[in-house]
């Protein structure tokens, strides 16, 4: 638990730290999934969240009324009144906005929670004298309520001076989390990554059900039914890593299957082929690393792969193309 100040005495030649009794008060300025997750996180946690304000003040009075001992306002700036650490937990888009229209007061602390933006759109409360930081959960939260039984267990990527670098890190750690410190410069392709990872995973699977869909089974249907593979990925990603996780033709080098692929993808999805060639070219250095193909068999998967990206209208022109190189 982080406290708001420390005491020292010396006693027998050795300096001794004595929490004192005051907490840290935590205010939320923005009410939405990851402010209000990340309050009731806090708040469970035994750190005292004193006030919220939100562009609607439903919305902040819903949050109060939840976490004990806090108090729902109509302005930022009552929330900067009282509060040690104010997150601002608003769109990406206004929190610049918000540093400079809220008057900020030195031996506070003001933290933002994007992901690609730096501490440096916090620049105006570090002018007035505040600490700012960042704290961004890796993790994917759609509502309120999952993003409560999301958190734990995720990672935290922070940037920030001393001391509240520690504090940060020591509130990831109560949350049950992990974290990794970034550098400004670091956070637009940290996020880049997440991106990939989290948001282009829906897109996927959003595509696999379009294709189940093609031969009439309903997307709910298909998405029931790909979810044990996609966590059996996860876990054998989880349990023996990359490139050891990666199963399929690519990685059996089964060049017939593929063409296969593409020919299918040609009449029945043709808008999906590209994306489905360009992931495959990706996918052979993973099969390479796993030692399953060799760089003559990874030239072949290459050339069908490219030669679908340049499909024509018919599958005759791209079965030619693959004959000719295989």
Known sequence: MVFKALSVYVREGFYILERCSEMLKIGIIGAGTVGSALAIRLSENSYEVVAVASRRYASAEKLAKIIKGCEAFETNQSVADIADVVFITTPDAVISKIASTVQWHKGQSVVHCSGADSAESLRPARQMGASTGVFHPLQTLANVKQAIVNIPSSTFAIEAEEPLLTTLKEMAESLNCRWIELKAEDRVIYHAAAVIASNYLVTLVKLADDLWETFGIPREQATQALLPLLKGTLNNIENIGIPQALTGPIARGDIDTVKKHIIALQKEAPDTMSTYC????????????????????????????????????????????????S
């Open 278 to 325: 360009e992931l495959g070219l990706q996918t052979i250095p993973i099969a390479q690393a796993k030692g399953k193909i060799d760089e003559e068999k990874a030239d072949e998967l290459r050339a069908v792969l490219k030669a679908g990206l340049k499909r024509k209208t018919s599958d005759n022109h791209f079965e030619k193309i693959t004959q000719s190189k």
